[in-house]
């Protein structure tokens, strides 16, 4: 430690260059006309010379300097759930406080801190009975009380606090930490930031920290620890679910065991104080990724129903699954006994089982949809498909039909943003052109997302259009006007920004605009003609089934689409039977856009050509080596598409529209088969001798690659932190050294992080990430040659993370405590009388601080005193005042004879130039 010492110092010391302004005062002094006495000028020169001193001295900074041992003590209270209460806490503070040892100089400020610091202040932190854990709070309430503190109690972070206590220090105060914590951290490293503590005077000193140590909770408490699973196993493979429960008190629960969302058993078992560990026999037959969780119940004591359930993750490494998404599953059986036959196995599910989470789509390595509308899937359904894609590798494929790409409302969604294929196309000129009107409500209840996405559809209906055809839009309240009148649709810039004008007006009357459009269609000369109407609400009373009728026999059809109110449906089915259209219901207004674009390509009949063609080879791959297309049979029709720039078109139709093309996107690949694998077109095909082979050399191009031989995968977690070890050899058996490795990791809430996997040993790559979220991790491993080289492995595993371990039974954490306490130069569990005092091991020299009090005021004050003086020295003769025989011979500075003048006898002001 550095001496201290009385003194002085310049906080601004380049200011002190200023001193040269001295001399050109003194210059000044011999150039001056003023004819004062030599004396007084003089004298007026010294204290010009004083003042400019002085404020230099000032703006550079003079300091006084002086040791002193006034504390600045801030008391840190952990007031988290897993401390046993305030009783404890509150009880030190008020000896402490009443102890007297804090002098009249010092400070004290209290912070309160949990999962994060509170503020800190000169007052208490505020403590309700049972706030930290008190066996007085029932389980609902403690639970209430946790949502009202918004999870700052949920959690323990002492480095966060010690840091923001260190950083609040002043530097000329002797700085101490007190802290009150029962030392069960679920974040952060309390000692490295104990240890990481300076005092900000200059010195490089640790700040002291005195522990106290808090009782942990002692209320009646029953936790489910752990569900322990091995990382991997093989298909069919027994292995055992242990599930690890701990108890402060013997008692009897329930503990049931799930995988995925199907209970596998449920028994009661007798609970002994301390931990229990009970094993359960499993094995996995189908699922890539198994999720097993447990829960207890049925407790007679316990406070805390929040740490009564956990979940554990198991890989299973076996054949290849793909997952078939088919409007009218009966038809798939071709598709899948082909695949059977090569060793994939297929899952069949109707659009109803398309996945809603992550876990359940990381159990196959492809989802393939096969002949599902855009209208049938969520919009954070085709978001997952697209994370699972693009970050976790999976493969995709979409295989053509009435309903899909284009015809099924695909265009410009988050799924043909994967797809190597646009919707959009060039309409063939022997097509049939069409006249379309939109009828969309514009009512006070269609304002906000309704409208915009109501606009956002008629928008994408205007684009999907040829030249050929014609559109119109009708906006209707109680009153009706053309937003767009009928007119070419190649004008596509024009009718986008009439359709932007629309705005919120009143109420319903759906009646006159569908009549409006009824006649207007009815002097169309285009063949196909139709109307598609929107509405959230009830509307005025009219003759709907009559103007339907009238629709149907002028060869107008009419398509309806309710938004949100239930009881409009019923009328808006009735139009839509009777104008032989189609009904939807959306029930998300986002799904606007895909509805309108699925009805668009339906009613214009441009999308499908069902002519029998034989497909193209454009570009030969090894993917489908061995296939002989040459004595490939007709396909029967296919959904139009266009390829996108980067794709590579395989298959083509004998016109080159897109048949099969594949494309990489993010780390996986997808597929559009723009046929199907049905009866309908591809009928002539089912009995090719190489249906088989094709596609499960295109499914086995496009799925995600799980290379497990050479690899192990461990991922752990602890304290909101995971750690992945992946160990990798290469097929030699030698370590595999210098790999470019790199895992992709989608949280919870579906966020996406790369991280890099750092070689810390032959072989050995290890990444760590943190945690902050309770749910399933999705890890994506995968590993490069060197300079960017090949990929040699690709990993898929996953992570769940339960319950905070603020919730967990944990005594108090004494040996961290006294670390602590003994590192930074404190006391651990003293006496309050004590608690600011140094350990007794320490030096006896009283920790000192510099203290330091800027002189700026003094001086500018003494500089403010000595101007006036100078200003009597430069307006006053003061030679007439004094004695006269201090003018005489006798004095050593004499004032020169002045040039006679009248008013000479009396004492004058001059004026200085």
């Known amino acids: 430690m550095s001496e201290l010492r009385y003194g002085l110092e310049f906080t601004h010391p380049g200011w002190l260059a200023a001193l040269v302004a001295v001399p050109w005062v003194v210059w000044y002094f011999r150039r001056s006309l003023v004819d004062f006495a030599r004396w007084q000028r003089m004298v007026s020169t010294g204290v010009r010379v004083v003042i400019v001193v002085v404020l230099v001295l000032a703006l550079a900074g003079l300091t006084w300097l002086r040791p002193t041992a006034r504390q600045f003590v801030i008391v840190a209270v952990d007031q988290s759930v897993s401390v046993g209460g305030p009783i404890a806490a509150n009880r030190f503070l008020d000896e402490l406080l009443a102890a007297k040892v804090i002098d009249a100089e010092d400070r004290v400020a209290f912070v309160p801190f949990g999962l994060r610091p509170g503020v800190v202040s000169g007052e208490r932190p505020k403590q309700e009975v049972g706030d930290g854990g008190g066996a007085i709070q029932s389980g609902d309430a403690r639970s209430a009380r946790h949502a009202e503190l918004d999870g700052y109690v949920d959690g ?18 002797v700085p101490r930490i007190v802290l009150l914590t029962d030392g069960n951290q679920t974040r952060g490293d309390a000692l490295q930031a104990a240890l990481a503590t300076t005092n900000r005077g200059g010195r490089r000193e640790l700040i002291p920290i005195t522990t106290v140590p808090l009782p942990t909770r002692d209320d009646p408490e029953v936790q489910l620890s752990q569900v322990k699973v091995p990382a991997q196993v093989r298909e069919g493979e027994p292995f055992y679910v242990e599930v690890v429960i701990d108890s402060n008190h013997d008692d009897e629960g329930l503990i049931e065991v799930f995988r995925g969302a199907h209970k596998v058993l449920s028994e009661t078992r007798p609970l002994k104080m301390g931990e229990n560990r009970f094993r359960f026999p499993q094995s996995i037959q189908r699922e890539r990724l198994a999720e097993y969780s447990a829960k207890i119940s049925g407790v007679q004591q316990d406070t805390l129903l929040d740490n009564n359930s956990d979940s554990g993750l198991v890989f299973m490494a076996g054949p290849p699954r793909v997952l078939l998404i088919d409007s009218d599953p009966k038809q798939t059986e071709h598709l899948v006994f082909a695949l059977q036959q090569e060793d994939i196995q297929v899952d069949v599910r109707p659009p109803q089982g398309m996945p809603e989470d992550l876990a359940d789509l990381q159990n196959y390595e492809l989802l393939a949809l096969s002949n599902v509308p855009a ?27 009435d309903q899909s790409f284009g015809l099924g409302g695909y265009f410009k969604t988050v799924l043909e943003d994967i797809l190597p294929v646009r919707s959009d196309f060039e309409k063939e000129k022997e097509k049939p052109g069409l006249a379309m009107v939109l009828v969309i409500d514009r ?7 309704k409208l915009e996405m109501a606009k956002e559809a008629a928008k994408a209906a205007a684009e999907l259009l040829g030249p050929k055809d014609q559109i119109g839009v009708i906006c209707f309240d109680e009153a009706h006007y ?30 006159p605009p569908l009549e409006e459009a009824y006649q207007t269609l009815v002097s169309s000369v285009s063949k196909l003609k139709h109307v598609i109407a929107l509405t959230d609400g009830i509307s005025n009373p009219g003759d709907f089934e009559g103007l339907a009728q009238n629709m149907a026999s002028a060869r107008i059809t009419c398509t309806t689409v309710g938004v949100g109110n239930e009881a409009a449906n019923d009328l808006l089915e009735t139009i839509a039977r009777i104008g032989q259209g189609r009904h939807f219901v959306a029930n998300d207004p986002a799904s606007l856009p895909q509805i309108f674009a699925k009805e668009t390509l339906t009613v214009s009949k441009a999308a499908i050509n069902e002519e029998p063609f034989l497909p193209q080879v454009i570009r030969p791959t090894q993917a489908l080596a061995g296939i002989d297309f040459d004595s490939a049979p007709f396909l029967l029709g296919y959904v139009m598409t266009k390829p996108k720039a980067t794709s590579e078109l395989i298959l083509a139709s004998e016109k080159g529209d897109p048949v099969l093309a594949w494309w990489r996107y993010g780390l996986g690949t997808t597929v ?34 799980n290379d497990t031989k050479g690899v192990t995968v461990e991922v752990a977690q602890r304290a909101r932190r995971a750690t992945i070890t992946l160990d990798a050899v290469d097929p030699t058996g030698r370590f595999l050294n210098g790999a470019e490795s790199e895992v992709t990791i989608i949280d919870p809430r579906i966020g996406e992080r790369k991280l890099p996997l750092v070689q810390t040993a032959p072989g050995r790559y290890v990444a760590e ?5 309770s749910g ?9 040659a060197a300079n960017s080289g090949p990929v040699l492995h690709q990993q898929t595993r996953g992570l769940t993370v339960g319950y905070s371990d603020e919730l967990r039974l944990h005594p108090t954490n004494i ?18 009388s004590e608690a600011l005092l140094d350990a007794a091991s320490a030096s006896s020299v009283p920790r000192l601080a510099q203290q330091s009090r800027p002189l700026w005021p003094e001086l500018v004050m003494l500089a403010l005193i000595l101007f006036i003086f100078d200003v009597a020295l430069r307006r006053i003769d003061l030679s007439v005042w004094l004695p006269a025989h201090w003018t005489g011979s006798a004095l050593t500075i004499s004032r020169p004879v002045p040039r006679p003048d009248k008013r000479r006898s009396e004492p004058r002001a001059v004026s200085r130039h």
């Open 156 to 173: 323990t972070d002492i480095a966060a606090v010690i840091e923001a206590a260190a950083a609040t220090m002043p530097p000329d105060y």
């Open 375 to 401: 209208t049938a899937l969520t919009q954070r359904q085709m978001e997952l498909a697209r994370t699972y894609v693009q970050d976790l590798g999976g493969g995709f494929v979409m295989l053509g039909g």
């Open 443 to 449: 009512s006070g209840s269609m304002a906000g997302q």
């Open 482 to 511: 053309w937003v767009s009148p009928l007119q070419s649709a190649a004008n596509k810039n024009r009718i986008a920004d009439e359709i932007s004008g629309i705005q919120v007006g009143g109420g319903t009357s759906l009646y």
């Open 672 to 705: 559009a088969f723009t046929s199907d694998a049905k009866s309908r077109w591809a009928a002539e095909w089912l009995t090719w001798p190489d249906f088989s082979k094709f596609w499960a050399q295109t499914i086995r191009h496009a799925m995600r690659k």
């Open 769 to 773: 990430f943190d945690t902050p979220h």
């Open 776 to 784: 399933a991790y999705h890890l994506n491993l995968s590993q490069r």
């Open 815 to 832: 040996e961290l405590l006294q670390q602590i306490a003994s590192a930074t130069g404190g006391r651990f569990d003293p006496k309050p």
